[in-house]
């Protein structure tokens, strides 16, 4: 399958913990890369690897990858953290790239 | 700082060629990068549309494979995306964006991202 699935929407309390999916065949094979994605704004890296977060951001961020699951945690979500999170993979070729439809992150 | 910024016209009338460039300051399109193209329709996801090495190989989504080319200008410090027979549904925000070469995890997973992004620009397909 070439497919990532995501959870459509999630909300979190602030300064709570809140964690996102992304299934999906490839990450067997590859890790998910996670992406941050704020309204008018180009999406920005926050995780790629097993857990490695580009410089700036945050330690609150961090990811996981088990099986055909790939998690990203937001441990004490702050109000600037409510913004749409996609996750990505090569696919099982290891030739393309697929992208997870996104899940909405809003900070009660 | 690298920085990548797309460029091209914002409104193509349908059934003609969408053609985008993506400049690179800040640092040079190196042998240790790749090099691609995502689209984000109004309101939707991101979609991966195809991406090329510095040695000018190529990769295409299935999606646009029968109507993408990108090329690279390695003397020239950017990249480009053409886009023929375009219609309503090709309307969406462009982004150019970097991404280097697949390294191994210490689980022996491969892993890569697109690290650096342009801005976007919206293209707009009408008559």
């Known amino acids: 399958s070439s497919e990532l699935t995501q959870d459509p929407a999630v909300s979190v309390a602030l300064g709570q913990t809140v964690r996102i999916t992304c299934q999906g065949d490839?990450?067997?094979?590859?890790?998910a890369s996670w992406y941050q994605q704020k309204p008018g704004q180009a999406p920005v890296l926050v995780i790629l690897?097993?857990?490695k977060r580009p410089s700036g951001i945050p330690d609150r961020f961090s990811g996981s990858n088990s099986g055909t699951t790939a998690s990203l945690t937001i441990t004490g979500a702050q109000a600037e953290d409510e913004a749409v999170y996609y996750c990505?993979?090569?696919?099982?070729?290891?030739?393309?790239?697929?992208f997870g439809g996104g899940t909405k992150v809003t900070v009660l | 700082q690298l920085q990548l910024q797309e460029s091209g016209p914002g409104l193509v009338k349908p059934s003609l060629t969408l053609s985008l460039t993506c400049t690179v300051s800040?640092?040079?399109?190196?042998?240790?990068?790749?090099w691609g193209w995502i689209r984000q329709v109004p309101g939707e996801g991101l979609e991966w549309i195809g991406s090329?090495?510095?040695?000018?190989?190529?990769y295409y989504s299935p999606s646009f494979k029968s109507r993408v080319t990108i090329s690279m200008d390695t003397s020239n410090n950017h990249f480009s995306l053409s886009l023929s027979s375009v219609t309503a549904a090709d309307t969406a925000v462009y982004y150019c964006?970097?991404?280097?070469?697949?390294?191994?995890?210490?689980?022996?997973?491969?892993?890569?991202?697109?690290?650096?992004w342009g801005p976007g620009t919206l293209v707009t397909v009408s008559s």
């Open positions: 964006a970097r991404h280097p070469l697949v390294l191994i995890s210490a689980t022996g997973r491969g892993y890569d991202a697109f690290d650096v």
């Open positions: 800040g640092g040079s399109i190196t042998r240790d990068h790749n």
């Open positions: 090329a090495y510095y040695s000018g190989n190529t």
């Open positions: 490839s990450l067997r094979t590859y890790c």
């Open positions: 690897g097993e857990n």
């Open positions: 990505n993979s090569r696919d099982s070729s290891g030739y393309h790239y697929v």
